[in-house]
């Protein structure tokens, strides 16, 4: 038999290892509610997918013309005038820049207009529309490897989709060649204008953070992000004060480490390594103690003299260290103190490089729309040609009501299974063995087939010859909720199997100690886990001792 004295501490359960089998346990025992999560998901997704209004989608193609064959030179001499043109293909970012021009709001716009006041007429709320909103809802894309451009509108209202592309077609046709050069001319004389003054204003906003940089002795680099430069090293105080610190907070760590190290534990510092004679000498004491040790107790008197001698000298060896520490900690803490500036000068000198690097790119990227508006006015494309007549699809596009339920199916059959993991375990009851067997204080002796209380008189017949063989008296103890039908049964089997010896059946610990020995009995779902910790901690103080525990189990076949 075992004690309660005897017995280790229980181990605390937590979601360390995941038994895929007691999670199955779980699932099933709140299948109810996984059910009813997953059908309301599936009633409400079904719901939603059923009360959408249908979306319907037109479709048309054009073919943009290619005239890169005649045009082949003039882009070559732009290339070689301008750097920022080498290495561009004619053909691909020729269509590219008509795509861009067809999507552009100078074109779409009026459409926009067109649907939005066809809404309003409708009696919907058009208040919030922006445009950029809308052209969600067109798709413009090239074919791959063709200059076959597809564009594709959805709507709610079918009868108005026609109407959009034909308008979008005329609309198109209506952006003659004439119109398109006249646009990208008056362009090209807008951004240059825009390009010399902010060339002029970037070039003083930068003046400006250098001149404030030099005057409060920071580096170039100061105030800017990670890679605004082109560079991470070199120039940069405030990358000079992060390093020293690094280099405070590792020393301050270092001597903590020594400090704590004491008189037991050395304490290896690269600053004491030179100086061989300290180390010869402890390890010519740790030489002599491991010999002596091999001989002698250590309570003899020259084990504890070398144990003295050792731990002195590994005192006084980490008391070298910190010393030297603490001096490389005071140098460095005087080289963050010099390195340290002002909250309020680093913050002004940010701000001024941030403004300096807005303008640097807003130059660039208006450089970049120059350089293409002038490789488009270069090319000159024709207007491009319809090949298919806009068509409205038979079938609306959305939404996709079965993909929709079948969202809602697996959404709610996770989501319940969450919820039901989450319930079983807020309920508190163990249903797993291995659980059992940890929370108890006792082995376990037998387990017994609830379908078949008539088998028990064989189990308690082993147990009066066994555990219990040598018990004047039996305490049964049952542990949880369990039915008064099982603890009646398992009782008779127990007074037969006993004989003349007392048999008492009580939940009661104070009652239960007059025994020799404790029998207890519970079952899977029956006890909660703060019951078994109460019960356990209870019976360490009772001190009768257990003789074992036995398991009701409605899974075991007969």
Known sequence: MTSPSQ???PQ???NDEIDLRQVAAALNRQRRLIGGITAAAVLLSGIYAFTRKPVWEGQFQIVLENQDAGEGGRLAQLAAANPILAGVSGGESSLETEVKILESPSVLKPTYDFVKASKAAAGEDVSEWVYTDWTKSLAIELVKGTSVLSLAYRDTDEYLILPVLERITRTYQEYSGKDRRRGLTQGVAYLEQEIDKLRQQSAASMRTAQAY????????QDGMPTGATGSTSGGSVEASREAAQNQVNALRQRI?????????????????EANSEIYSQLQRIETRLQQQSALLTPQDQSIQRLQREREGLIAYINQQTIGLLQGELITAEAQLASLTRPREVVLKHRELVRAALRDEKTLAELEVQLQSLKLDQARQTDPWELISTPTVLDKPVAPRKKRMVALGLLGGLVLGC???????????????????????PCPMLERLPAAAPEQWNSTAQLLAEGPLADAQSVALVPVGNLPNNQIEQLRQALVEALGNRELLVSRDLLASRTCSTQLLVTASGAPQRQQLQQLREQLALQGTPLAGWLLIDPTLEA
């Open 213 to 220: 940089a030099l005057a409060n002795g920071l580096g170039i």
């Open 7 to 9: 017995t280790l501490p």
């Open 256 to 272: 903590a480490a020594a400090q704590r190290s004491g008189n037991t534990t050395l304490y290896k510092a690269p600053q004491l």
């Open 418 to 440: 969450g919820a039901a993991l989450i319930r079983d375990r807020r309920s508190g009851l163990v249903f797993s063995e291995d659980e059992l067997k940890t929370l108890l």
């Open 12 to 14: 605390q359960l937590d």
